[in-house]
């Protein structure tokens, strides 16, 4: 009898929970659906148009430092970006021209850290004994570094002590080059100089320093770029002259960079001269 009790107890089913219970139940869930659906649907065109915050982020764009431009008497040479990946172009200008007493300045546009160092190389014995500007940080400029001793026809080697295998050159140039040679003194005319001022570009702004240039014939105009943006020197009234750069043109100097006007075949007169890429920058020159 104990036995059969006990198997019909096995078969008796389970019940968790009233079919009234079960009913109430579903009866929450579907009335909070038509809740949520009621408010959700009337803003879902709105929600889809404007999606939350976190969706639109964007990665910040990062400008890149302007570099304001050298002093009269500075060379600037560009430490290039991406130029710690051997093979990549470095240095800019390479090899730099510089006259004998400018100073120079490194400008390290790259992302890492960089040196410019006298020497061959790392091996060379007498590395950094002309100059060495140390650690120059990403976007920053090395001081003005003189070339002690230097003299016209010099070529100065350097690299990256950082990275070895970036190497450039300085080619030491006359201070103001000299015109032919020529004449009863039979030697070389030291000549003026005229400076392309910070903002010359800027129509209406004072261009040329001096605005009109007194030369003799036979000297060597330096033309100094202390813009940021290219600029030329080109001889004539504007753009629209058919004569214009046939007694002298300097074509494009780079912000910062300079050239070179040879009075060597240019007589005794007064000139107009101006810049090709911004004809209303205008200055006159007296050849003597």
């Known amino acids: 009898m104990s036995s059969h009790d006990e198997?019909?107890?096995?078969?008796?089913?389970?019940?968790?929970?009233?079919?009234?219970?079960?009913a109430k139940g579903l009866a929450i869930v579907l009335v909070t659906l038509a809740v949520g659906a009621a408010i959700l649907i009337p803003f879902f065109n709105d929600m889809y148009k404007n999606p939350p915050p976190?969706?639109?982020i964007k990665k910040p764009t990062t400008t890149p430092p302007t570099t304001p431009p050298p002093e009269a008497g500075t060379t600037l040479i560009s430490i290039l970006e991406g130029a710690?990946?051997?093979g990549s172009p470095d240095f800019k200008p390479d090899p730099a021209e510089?006259?004998?007493?400018?100073?120079?300045?490194?400008?390290?546009?790259?992302?890492?850290?960089?040196t410019a160092t006298s020497g061959t190389g790392a091996e060379d014995a007498n590395k950094g004994k002309l100059f060495d500007t140390n650690i120059i940080m990403g976007g920053e400029k090395s001081k003005a570094v003189e070339l002690t001793g230097a003299k016209e026809g010099d070529t100065i080697s350097y690299f990256c002590t950082v990275h070895p295998y970036m190497k450039g050159e300085i080619k030491v140039t006359a201070a103001q080059a000299g015109g032919q040679t020529g004449g009863e003194a039979g030697g070389t005319a030291a000549g003026p100089a005229i400076k392309i001022l910070e903002g010359a570009s800027a129509q209406g702004s004072q261009a040329f320093d001096p605005q009109e240039l007194?030369?003799?014939?036979?000297?060597?105009?330096?033309?100094?770029?202390?813009d940021a943006v290219p600029h030329t020197v080109t001889s004539g009234k504007d753009v629209s002259d058919p004569d214009k750069g046939k007694l002298f043109d300097t074509s494009i100097i780079m912000g910062g960079e300079s050239g070179k006007i040879d009075l060597s075949k240019v007589d005794p007169g007064e000139y107009n001269y101006f810049c090709e890429v911004h004809p209303y920058m205008q200055g006159k020159m007296k050849v003597e």
Request: no cysteine; glycine share 4%; net charge positive.
């Open 214 to 226: 007194t030369a003799k014939k036979g000297e060597t105009v330096q033309v100094i770029n202390q």
């Open 84 to 86: 710690s990946a051997q």
């Open 98 to 114: 510089v006259p004998v007493g400018n100073k120079v300045v490194w400008q390290n546009d790259d992302s890492v850290p960089h």
């Open 7 to 22: 198997h019909s107890h096995e078969k008796e089913p389970i019940i968790l929970t009233s079919p009234r219970r079960m």
């Open 54 to 56: 976190v969706t639109q």
